[in-house]
């Protein structure tokens, strides 16, 4: 009897083979011996072999044919994944072209931004420096400080007193005024509306502060050295104002009313406002 495990071992076709081999040596002996006067043993047709062989053949054709289609889907599959990745690796590469090009769109638009914001400072600064430079803008710094009063004996101060100590302090280097919290403008005005002194069309009461920010030695050097300052100190020594001058540290002077910034036309000596102001501002520099 074979042994089982050489069988389990062995592969089909070689134990097909074998069998069916054997099978018809075992009818040739058989016959054989039936020729010498024996009785042949009882054996198995041998076409019973002839089937498992076409069988046998059968199965490995289909196996075969099986094989070779299951080749021809995996090689299709195969090159469908070849596909999807090489279309991967184009879209991925078109992604990258585009990533670099917003990266330097974005590092165009950082870099124009930043000169914007740059610009933008600079206006800001410049409309500051030219607001506190025309009055319309509150500034702050060291100064000097004039207070006139009204004469003891009753001589009040009048606009023609005011005015030569302002233009006086505009000569010595002054770079903002203002008289009782009001600040001068190139529109301001000084004059009398009856018994009292108006500025940008407000009356005031005495004392009378006039400030002045710039270099407080300066100012006070240079006040009594001009032509308006000469003709203050004239004045009031004449009608007896009392009167002094302090240098002061820090003072905050306002910004004008903002009615002054309305376009206006002379006529006849006269000013008057423009019946387009509504539509139509203009700043004015500051006075010299």
């Not at 070689?14 to 054989?32: G, K, N």
């Not at 400080?145 to 005011?162: E, N």
């Not at 002054?174 to 009398?192: K, P």
């Amino acid at each position: 009897m074979p042994d089982t495990t050489d069988r389990v071992n062995t592969p089909l076709l070689t134990l097909i083979t074998q069998q069916s081999l054997d099978e018809d040596y075992q009818a040739v002996a058989e016959r054989r011996a039936a020729g010498n006067g024996g009785t042949p043993p009882r054996r198995r047709p041998a076409r019973t072999a002839g089937i498992v062989v076409a069988a046998f053949g059968l199965l490995v054709t289909v196996a075969a044919v099986q094989t070779n289609a299951n080749e021809g889907v995996q090689s299709a599959g195969r090159e469908s994944l070849i596909q999807q990745i090489d279309a991967s690796k184009s879209d991925l590469a078109h992604l990258q072209r585009r990533i670099v090009r917003l990266r330097e769109h974005n590092l165009a638009l950082q870099s124009r931004f930043d000169d914007v914001a740059s610009e933008q400072q600079e206006a800001v600064v410049r409309n500051e420096r030219l607001a506190a430079g025309s009055g319309f803008g509150p500034v702050q710094g060291p100064g000097v400080r004039v207070t006139v009063d009204d004469s003891p004996t009753g001589g009040l101060v009048v606009d023609h007193d005011l005015r030569p100590l302002v233009n006086g302090l505009w000569d010595a280097g002054a770079e903002a005024i203002s008289v009782n919290g009001q600040r001068l403008t190139s529109r301001s005005a000084i004059r009398n509306s009856g018994n009292a002194i108006q500025v940008n069309s407000r009356p005031l009461s005495p004392p009378y502060v006039v400030q002045a920010i710039g270099d407080p030695l300066t100012l006070e050097a240079n006040l009594m050295e001009t032509t308006g300052g000469l003709l203050f100190r004239d004045r009031v020594t004449s009608f007896g104002y009392p009167w002094d001058m302090d240098t002061v540290d820090d003072l905050q002077l306002p910004a004008a009313p903002a009615k002054l910034l309305r376009l206006r036309n002379a006529a006849e000596g006269t000013a008057v406002q423009n019946l387009n102001d509504d539509k139509t501002e203009q700043k004015m520099e500051a006075p010299q």
